[in-house]
């Protein structure tokens, strides 16, 4: 593997625009980026290192590209510096490789606010990040989409080849079967539980949403309704938008503040990241520093609650299935058994183990539409590893690996789907109540 020893070459230059650089996110987490001892143990965690053989484009090229920033070395607005951070996952594979415990989700972050500022993103991820910030526009955007979905359309049109039909069979792998008709039994109430209902998990998902309710249910979580509350902001602060991922912060924490709710359950793996991390996201807010942390502690990923739970066991589903883990909740929420829990109450599931599971599949938000090369590349190496197990299903419980996964299973055309774990243990419990 070819590697390149020094990120960059500017390192030198008399002049730099970012002399003040001081005021920068970047530079107020300079204290992250010192803790990188550039052993490198990282390099093999990271997919986009291991599919471009870029040191640049590995953590710890990044880091020293980001400490070049802060020490005036090389020009924030340098185009390289662009180029290699956005080709960045953000999956943070790279933390759990870590022995120094680099943060280098927050410092990411902190990159790229600091460049957005300097230099706009790209029109197609600020037209994305404006949709997701506007409830009602973004119900339109997934009215056209489920239009396009159960008429057909998209279908036909993820034949177009590469980029260009890639987004369509994203949106024809949502594509369900009638939801199981069943209603769970009255259990002991262990909790009361507001569910986030997501962007893209409400719009396309639907059915995920009320068998996340469902089984929810089953394992005795009472339900509460949450209005008013909103996209959870990961996509915008891993672009880079950080006062708009402030601004959705704070009206999701009024919101599940008046649920009244013990706890706040999401069954997406990116949001329930990014609510944990509310607390951080609000530290420099007095007015709402606390109130933010208080709402990061109630947050659970659905499967941390069912597990907590038991769960219940349900009917056999006699099927071979692979699991793979979605990065934000192995790597940033460092859960890995939840899930499997999950799947493990359903008898007679036959689970194929899936080599490098751990892995990003190349979705990482709206990444797979902004540079789809680099995406595709991940996806590849994924869908290998998928194609080894031969098995018909992919559990994982995140909508952007749901849809990246389940696009190339589609493009591939073997039949095979990807699905949520929740989805797989509603349908064994209708069965048991059948
Ligand atoms: S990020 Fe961590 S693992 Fe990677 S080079 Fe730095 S210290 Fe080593
Ligand atoms: S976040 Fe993922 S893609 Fe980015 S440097 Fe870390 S391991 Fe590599």
């Given at each position: 593997?070819?590697?390149?020893?020094t990120p960059l070459s500017h390192a030198g230059a008399s002049e730099h625009p970012c002399a003040a650089a001081g005021a920068t996110?970047?530079?107020?987490?300079?204290?992250?980026?010192?803790?990188?001892?550039?052993?490198?143990?990282?390099?093999?965690?990271?997919?986009?290192?291991?599919?471009?053989?870029?040191?640049?484009?590995?953590?710890?090229?990044?880091l020293v590209l980001m400490r070049a920033v802060v020490d005036g070395r090389v020009a924030l607005d340098d185009p390289d510096v662009?180029?290699?951070?956005?080709?960045?996952?953000?999956?943070?594979?790279?933390?759990?490789?870590?022995?120094?415990?680099?943060?280098?989700?927050?410092?990411?972050?902190?990159?790229?606010?600091?460049?957005?500022?300097?230099?706009?993103?790209?029109?197609?991820?600020?037209?994305?990040?404006?949709?997701?910030?506007?409830?009602?526009?973004?119900?339109?955007?997934?009215?056209?989409?489920?239009?396009?979905?159960?008429?057909?359309?998209?279908?036909?049109?993820?034949?177009?080849?590469?980029?260009?039909?890639?987004?369509?069979?994203?949106?024809?792998?949502?594509?369900?079967?009638?939801?199981?008709?069943?209603?769970?039994?009255?259990?002991?109430?262990?909790?009361?539980?507001?569910?986030?209902?997501?962007?893209?998990?409400?719009?396309?998902?639907?059915?995920?949403?009320?068998?996340?309710?469902?089984?929810?249910?089953?394992?005795?979580?009472?339900?509460?309704?949450?209005?008013?509350?909103?996209?959870?902001?990961?996509?915008?602060?891993?672009?880079?938008?950080?006062?708009?991922?402030?601004?959705?912060?704070?009206?999701?924490?009024?919101?599940?503040?008046?649920?009244?709710?013990?706890?706040?359950?999401?069954?997406?793996?990116?949001?329930?990241a990014m609510m944990k991390e509310y607390g951080q996201l609000l530290a420099s807010e007095p007015a709402w520093r606390d109130r933010?942390?208080?709402?990061?502690?109630?947050?659970?990923?659905?499967?941390?609650?069912?597990?907590?739970?038991?769960?219940?066991?349900?009917?056999?589903?006699?099927?071979?299935?692979?699991?793979?883990?979605?990065?934000?909740?192995?790597?940033?929420?460092?859960?890995?058994?939840?899930?499997?829990?999950?799947?493990?109450?359903?008898?007679?599931?036959?689970?194929?183990?899936?080599?490098?599971?751990?892995?990003?599949?190349?979705?990482?938000?709206?990444?797979?539409?902004?540079?789809?090369?680099?995406?595709?590349?991940?996806?590849?190496?994924?869908?290998?590893?998928?194609?080894?197990?031969?098995?018909?299903?992919?559990?994982?419980?995140?909508?952007?690996?749901?849809?990246?996964?389940?696009?190339?299973?589609?493009?591939?055309?073997?039949?095979?789907?990807?699905?949520?774990?929740?989805?797989?243990?509603?349908?064994?419990?209708?069965?048991?109540?059948?």
């Amino acid at each position: 593997m070819s590697t390149v020893a020094t990120p960059l070459s500017h390192a030198g230059a008399s002049e730099h625009p970012c002399a003040a650089a001081g005021a920068t996110p970047l530079e107020r987490a300079r204290v992250g980026l010192d803790s990188c001892v550039h052993c490198g143990f990282c390099l093999q965690a990271c997919p986009t290192y291991l599919s471009l053989e870029d040191e640049n484009d590995s953590p710890r090229g990044r880091l020293v590209l980001m400490r070049a920033v802060v020490d005036g070395r090389v020009a924030l607005d340098d185009p390289d510096v662009a180029t290699h951070l956005s080709r960045c996952l953000g999956c943070r594979g790279c933390e759990s490789a870590c022995p120094s415990g680099v943060p280098y989700g927050h410092l990411l972050e902190a990159a790229r606010e600091t460049l957005a500022a300097k230099k706009p993103l790209p029109l197609l991820a600020r037209a994305i990040l404006w949709v997701f910030a506007r409830p009602g526009v973004l119900r339109v955007a997934l009215w056209f989409g489920r239009m396009a979905r159960d008429t057909g359309i998209a279908g036909e049109l993820a034949r177009l080849p590469g980029a260009l039909g890639f987004p369509f069979a994203m949106l024809a792998s949502t594509a369900r079967a009638a939801a199981p008709d069943w209603t769970p039994r009255a259990a002991r109430t262990r909790a009361t539980v507001a569910t986030l209902d997501g962007c893209v998990m409400e719009g396309l998902f639907t059915g995920v949403n009320r068998a996340t309710e469902r089984v929810l249910a089953a394992n005795g979580y009472s339900l509460c309704a949450a209005p008013g509350q909103q996209c959870c902001g990961a996509l915008h602060i891993h672009a880079g938008d950080a006062a708009t991922a402030r601004e959705l912060a704070r009206a999701n924490i009024a919101a599940f503040e008046a649920s009244g709710a013990t706890f706040v359950a999401t069954n997406s793996a990116g949001c329930g990241a990014m609510m944990k991390e509310y607390g951080q996201l609000l530290a420099s807010e007095p007015a709402w520093r606390d109130r933010a942390r208080a709402f990061s502690t109630k947050v659970r990923d659905a499967s941390e609650l069912l597990a907590e739970a038991g769960p219940v066991i349900g009917a056999p589903l006699p099927r071979r299935i692979t699991y793979d883990a979605p990065c934000h909740l192995e790597h940033a929420q460092k859960l890995s058994a939840p899930p499997l829990q999950v799947l493990a109450a359903i008898p007679s599931l036959e689970h194929v183990p899936l080599d490098d599971r751990e892995q990003c599949c190349g979705s990482a938000g709206i990444f797979n539409l902004i540079e789809p090369d680099v995406s595709e590349r991940v996806l590849a190496a994924k869908m290998r590893c998928i194609s080894a197990t031969n098995a018909p299903v992919v559990a994982t419980g995140n909508p952007g690996c749901l849809m990246q996964i389940g696009a190339g299973l589609w493009r591939e055309g073997r039949g095979a789907v990807a699905r949520h774990p929740i989805e797989l243990l509603d349908e064994s419990y209708a069965k048991r109540e059948g």
